[in-house]
C-alpha cells in the first residue's frame, strides 16, 4: 500500500500500490478523486523536505510511501477542522448496562450474561487501546511533517538567497561602470561611422561569399541580419538604474528574510513533553488493557467450569466475585476513555496549532514568490543590459582590433621569412662543422687506439650528435596582405594610421648578431687549433689543416654572399619602414621637434660627464676582480683540500652509518617478533575469557528459560489441579500440607546442592584451564625468549666481533636481567587478566545467587500472606500454583508420589479407599447445600483478581 498523510486534519490514507509506479500528476488526481482536493491546492513533500514534481515518478523518491515515512499531503485552500466529538454514548451505554449485569440474582444466566458482558467491554477497550495508539502515531507523523515543511522552507529561503546576492552582484557591478559605460554608448554613433568607412579586404573574404567590396559595418549588419545596431545604444535603459533603487531591492530582501526566520513560528515549544507524556498514557492504557485481558479470560474460565460442575451452592461466591469484577472491568473501561479522551482532545490542539503556522507558512511561501519574481525580472534585465553593453564594447574596439591584426599579419609574414633563411643556414653549418669534428676525432682515435697510453685518456671515442634539425615552415595559413594593403588603408583612413605602422621583426638584428657570433667562434676554434700544432707533426697532419683552412674560407664565402643577401633585404625592409616612417613624421608638429633637440642637447654634457665617470669606476672594479681573483684562487685551494678530508670522513661515516643500520634492522626485527609474541598470547587470553563468558551467560540464560517455562506451566497445573482439589481437598487435606512442605524443603535444598556443585565444576573447571593455559603461555613464552635470546647474541657476535671480553659479558648480564624483567612483566599481566576474569565470574555467581535468594524470599513472604487469607488447602493450592514456578519437576513429582500412594496399597485398600472418596464427595456436596453460610473452601470460591491471578 502506497501511505499518504493529510497533514490539516492529521489523518492517514492509503492508496493502491501501483501509483508508485506512475508519475506525482497521476497520484494528485487519485488524491482529487479520493478527498475532493484540487491538483493545483495540493503540495507533497517527503522526510527531508524534498518536494515532490509533477513529471517525476513516485518511486523515485527512495524510502517515501511507506507507513513509517509517508508521503505528506497539505491542502492550501482550506484546512479540514476535526472532528472532536466523542462518542459518550458508548460510555454511558456501557455504564448503565453493567450496572443492569450487577443486579441480576446469582445463577446461571447471570454467569453467562456477566461473561458476555466481560468479552463486550473488553472488545469495546481493544479498539479504545487501538484508537489512543493510532491518535499518537498521528501526532508523531504531524511532527514529522511540520519538520519536512520547515526543511522546505530552508531550501527555498537558502535559494532565494543565492539568487538575490546574484542580483546584488550583478547591479553592483553596472552601477561601479556605469560612468565608463555611458561614455561607451554616447560615442556608439562615432564608432558606427568609423566602421562604415573601414573597407573590408578583399583577401580577407573566403570566395563562397562572392562579395563585392563592402565595409566593416555592413559585413557585421550582414551576419547578424535579425538584429539591429540601434537596439544596443541602451543609454536610456542604462540610467533607470541607480543606488536607490538598489537600495530598496536590499530592504525588501532583508526585510522577507526576516519573516521568514522567525523563530517563535518555527518552533512548536512544548512538543516533545506532550508526545512523550503521550508514550506514558498509551503504556498506562496498555497495561489496563492487558489486565481487562485477564479479568476476560478468568470469566470465560469461571463460566466454563461452573458449565461442567453444575453445581448450584458455589453460585453466590462466585456471583460476588464477579460482580466485583465487573465493578472493576467498569472502572478500567472508563479510564481507557479518558485517556482516549486526552489523546484526542491532544490531537485537536496540535492540529489547530499546525493551521495557524501552515497559514503563516504559505503567507512567507508568498512573499517569497512575489519577491523572487521581482529579482528573476530584474536579473533577467541585468543579463540583457550586460550583453548589449559587451556589444557595443565590441563595436567600440573592432577598427583598433581590425588594423593590428592587419599589421601583425604582415609582421608574422616577413619574421617566418626571414627566420626560416637563417636556421637554414644554421642548420647547413652546424652539420659540416659536426661532420668535420668527427672526422677529425676518428683520424686521432685511430693512430691512439693501440697505444699503451690510451689508458689514461678516457672518453677519447665520443661523437658530437647533429642536434640541428631542417627548419619548420610556418605562418603559411596567414592571409596574404601585403604593403599595399596597409597604403591603400591608410590613405582613406588617415585619423587611423597611427595603428598601420607595422613594427621591425625583433629577432632580426638578433638572428644576425647570433650568425656573427657563430662565425667568429668558427674562426677562433680554426685559429686555436692551427696554434697548437707542433713542427714536429707529419706531412699528412699539415695537409689535414691545409684542406680544414680552404673549408674554412669556402664557409667565409658563403656567409658573405647569405649577408649580402641579407643586407639587400634589410634594404628593401629599411625602405619600406622608411615610407611608414616620414609618412608618420609628418603628422608631428614642429615644435615638439624643437623640444626634443633642445632637450638632447641640454642632456648630452650630463650623459658625457656620466660615461666617463662610469669607464672610470669600470677600471676599478676589474682591478678589484684581478685582486679577488687571486685571493680566491689560494681559498679554492683551501677548501679543495678540507673537501678532500672531510670527503674522506665521510667514507667513514657511511661504513659505519651502515653497519649501525643494520645493527637497528635486526634489533626492530627481535622487537617486531617479541610483539607477534605478544599479541599471540593476549589472543589466546581473550579467547579464553570468551569462553569463559560465553558458558557463564549460557548458563544464566538456561536458568532464567527454565524459571519462564516453569511459570508458563504453572497456568496449565492450575487447571490441572483445580476439579482434582474439590474431591480430595479433605482427605488428602492434611497429607498434602505434609507432603508439600516436605517438598519444598527438598527441592530448596536440591536446589541449593545443584547451585553449589555448578559453582564447584565452573570454578574447578575454570582453575583447570587456567593453570593449563598459564603453563602453556609460561612455556611458549620461555622457548620464544630463548629463541629471540639466541638470535640477539648470535647477531650481536657478527656485529661486533671487535669487543673485549669484559664488554661481552655485561652486555650478557645486561640483556639477561632485561629477558627476566620482560618475562616478569608478561606473568604479572597474564596474573592481572586472569584474576580480573575471576573476579567477573564471582560476581555473577554471586549475582545468581542473591536473585535465587530474592526469589526464595519473596515466594515465602507471598505463602504467609496468602496463608493468612485463606484456608489452608486454598494456601497450599495457590502455594503450588503461583508461586513455585520456578521449579519444573515439582508438578511430576506430585503425581508420582500420589500415583505411588495408590500403588503401593492393596486391593482392599484402594476399594476402600474409593469407596471412602465416593462418601466424602456425597458428604461435601450435602454440607454444602445444608451449609450455605459456610464458605466452603474451593478453587471456584476462590477470587479471581488480577492479583489473586
Not at 545604444?233 to 531591492?249: A, G, M, V, W
Not at 597611427?498 to 648578431?513: I, T
Amino acid at each position: 500500500m502506497l501511505y499518504i498523510f493529510l497533514v490539516n486534519n492529521g489523518k492517514m490514507m492509503t492508496f493502491d500500490m501501483n501509483l508508485a509506479i506512475e508519475t506525482v500528476e497521476t497520484l494528485k488526481w487519485a488524491i482529487f478523486r479520493r478527498c475532493n482536493i484540487p491538483v493545483e491546492f495540493q503540495v507533497l513533500l517527503i522526510s527531508g523536505g524534498e518536494s515532490l514534481q509533477p513529471n517525476d515518478r513516485v518511486c523515485q523518491y527512495s524510502s517515501a510511501g511507506t507507513d513509517t515515512s509517508p508521503i505528506f499531503l497539505f491542502c492550501k485552500n482550506e484546512i479540514e477542522s476535526m472532528d472532536d466529538s466523542l462518542d459518550s454514548q458508548t460510555c454511558d451505554d456501557m455504564k448503565e448496562r453493567v450496572e443492569s449485569c450487577l443486579q441480576m440474582e446469582p445463577n446461571f444466566n447471570t454467569v453467562e450474561s456477566r461473561n458476555e458482558m466481560a468479552m463486550q467491554l473488553y472488545e469495546t477497550d481493544r479498539m479504545l487501546f487501538h484508537s489512543c495508539e493510532n491518535l499518537v502515531h498521528d501526532q508523531h507523523l504531524q511532527q514529522q511533517s511540520w519538520a519536512a515543511v520547515l526543511a522546505n522552507l530552508e531550501d527555498i529561503v537558502t535559494s532565494f538567497e543565492t539568487k538575490a546576492k546574484n542580483v546584488e552582484v550583478l547591479y553592483a557591478d553596472i552601477l561601479k561602470n556605469k560612468v565608463s559605460y555611458i561614455e561607451l554608448l554616447e560615442n556608439f554613433n562615432q564608432d558606427k561611422k568609423i566602421l562604415s568607412k573601414m573597407p573590408l579586404l578583399k583577401c580577407l573574404i573566403s570566395k563562397s561569399e562572392n562579395l563585392e567590396e563592402v565595409s566593416l559595418l555592413e559585413w557585421i549588419i550582414k551576419k547578424d541580419s535579425h538584429n539591429s545596431l540601434d537596439e544596443i545604444n541602451c543609454l536610456e535603459e542604462l540610467e533607470e538604474y541607480d543606488e536607490d533603487r538598489l537600495s530598496k531591492i536590499k530592504i525588501n530582501v532583508a526585510s522577507i528574510l526576516t519573516r521568514s526566520t522567525n523563530s517563535d513560528m518555527k518552533e512548536i515549544k512544548g512538543l516533545e513533553q506532550r508526545l512523550s507524556a503521550l508514550e506514558k498514557l498509551i503504556c498506562e492504557a496498555k497495561n489496563i488493557f492487558e489486565i481487562q485481558g485477564i479479568l476476560t479470560k478468568s470469566f470465560n474460565q469461571n463460566k466454563t467450569r461452573i458449565s461442567d460442575l453444575r453445581d448450584v451452592s458455589i453460585l453466590p461466591d462466585l456471583c460476588h466475585n464477579h460482580k466485583e469484577q465487573l465493578q472493576l472491568m467498569l472502572k478500567n473501561h472508563l479510564e481507557l476513555v479518558e485517556l482516549n479522551q486526552k489523546c484526542l482532545s491532544a490531537k485537536l490542539e496540535l492540529s489547530q496549532n499546525l493551521h495557524k503556522r501552515l497559514g503563516w507558512i504559505i503567507h512567507v511561501h508568498e512573499e517569497l514568490k512575489n519577491v523572487d519574481d521581482t529579482l528573476v525580472l530584474i536579473g533577467i534585465k541585468l543579463q540583457k543590459l550586460c550583453k548589449k553593453l559587451k556589444i557595443a564594447k565590441s563595436l567600440h574596439l573592432s577598427p583598433k582590433i581590425y588594423l593590428e591584426s592587419i599589421t601583425e599579419v604582415i609582421r608574422r609574414r616577413t619574421f617566418s621569412k626571414i627566420f626560416y633563411q637563417w636556421a637554414d643556414n644554421i642548420s647547413k653549418i652546424a652539420k659540416t662543422i659536426i661532420e668535420q669534428e668527427i672526422k677529425l676525432r676518428k683520424s686521432f682515435t685511430d693512430n691512439i687506439d693501440n697505444h699503451f697510453l690510451r689508458c689514461f685518456f678516457h672518453g677519447m671515442n665520443d661523437l658530437p650528435q647533429n642536434f640541428f634539425n631542417d627548419p619548420i615552415i610556418i605562418d603559411q595559413s596567414l592571409p596574404q596582405i601585403t604593403w599595399n594593403d596597409v597604403d591603400y588603408l591608410r590613405s582613406i583612413l588617415p585619423e587611423m594610421s597611427s595603428y598601420l605602422v607595422v613594427p621591425d621583426p625583433d629577432p632580426l638584428g638578433c638572428l644576425s648578431q647570433k650568425s656573427d657570433e657563430i662565425l667568429d667562434e668558427i674562426s677562433k676554434q680554426n685559429s686555436d687549433r692551427l696554434s697548437k700544432g707542433s713542427l714536429s707533426s707529419s706531412y699528412e697532419q699539415m695537409s689535414k689543416i691545409i684542406a680544414e683552412k680552404d673549408k674554412i674560407s669556402e664557409q667565409f664565402s658563403k656567409l658573405i654572399e647569405n649577408m649580402q643577401e641579407n643586407s639587400k633585404r634589410k634594404i628593401q625592409l629599411l625602405q619600406n619602414h622608411r615610407h611608414s616612417t616620414l609618412y608618420s613624421l609628418n603628422s608631428i608638429k614642429s615644435d615638439y621637434l624643437q623640444r626634443f633637440k633642445s632637450e638632447i642637447e641640454s642632456n648630452r654634457v650630463d650623459f658625457l660627464f656620466k660615461t666617463n665617470e662610469l669607464r672610470y669606476q669600470l677600471g676599478e672594479i676589474q682591478d678589484y676582480q684581478k685582486q679577488y681573483s687571486n685571493q680566491n684562487e689560494s681559498i679554492i685551494e683551501d677548501y679543495k683540500k678540507k673537501i678532500s678530508g672531510l670527503e674522506y670522513s665521510l667514507q667513514n661515516y657511511q661504513e659505519e652509518l651502515t653497519d649501525l643500520k643494520a645493527q637497528l634492522i635486526e634489533e626492530k626485527r627481535l622487537n617486531l617478533e617479541k610483539t607477534i609474541a605478544n599479541e599471540h598470547l593476549e589472543k589466546k587470553l581473550r579467547n579464553f575469557t570468551a569462553i569463559i563468558h560465553d558458558k557463564s551467560e549460557k548458563l544464566y540464560h538456561k536458568i532464567k528459560t527454565v524459571i519462564m517455562d516453569l511459570r508458563a506451566i504453572l497456568h496449565d497445573l492450575y487447571c490441572m489441579v483445580r476439579p482434582m482439589s474439590l474431591n480430595f481437598a479433605s482427605f488428602f487435606g492434611y497429607n498434602i500440607e505434609v507432603m508439600l512442605d516436605r517438598l519444598a524443603d527438598e527441592i530448596s535444598k536440591k536446589h541449593q546442592n545443584d547451585l553449589e556443585q555448578s559453582k564447584l565444576q565452573i570454578s574447578d573447571r575454570k582453575d583447570r584451564e587456567i593453570q593449563k593455559l598459564r603453563e602453556q603461555l609460561q612455556q611458549d613464552h620461555k622457548n620464544e625468549l630463548e629463541t629471540l635470546r639466541r638470535r640477539f647474541k648470535l647477531a650481536i657476535s657478527t656485529t661486533s666481533i671487535e669487543r673485549t671480553g669484559s664488554e661481552s659479558s655485561l652486555e650478557k648480564v645486561q640483556l639477561d636481567i632485561v629477558d627476566q624483567s620482560a618475562q616478569e612483566t608478561e606473568i604479572q599481566k597474564l596474573k592481572t587478566i586472569i584474576e580480573k576474569q575471576s573476579n567477573d565470574f564471582e560476581q555473577k555467581i554471586s549475582l545468581i545467587r542473591t536473585r535465587y535468594e530474592n526469589d526464595k524470599k519473596q515466594l515465602l513472604n507471598e505463602f504467609l500472606r496468602k496463608k493468612a487469607i485463606n484456608s489452608e488447602n486454598d494456601i497450599n493450592l495457590n502455594y503450588l500454583m503461583q508461586k513455585n514456578s520456578i521449579f519444573e519437576s515439582t508438578l511430576t513429582k506430585i503425581e508420582e508420589r500420589l500415583k505411588g500412594f495408590i500403588n503401593q496399597s492393596n486391593d482392599s485398600e484402594i476399594k476402600n479407599s474409593d469407596q471412602l472418596i465416593d462418601t466424602i464427595l456425597n458428604d461435601i456436596r450435602d454440607s454444602n447445600r445444608k451449609f450455605d453460610t459456610l464458605n466452603t473452601t474451593s478453587f471456584i470460591s476462590l477470587s479471581t483478581t488480577p492479583e489473586a491471578i
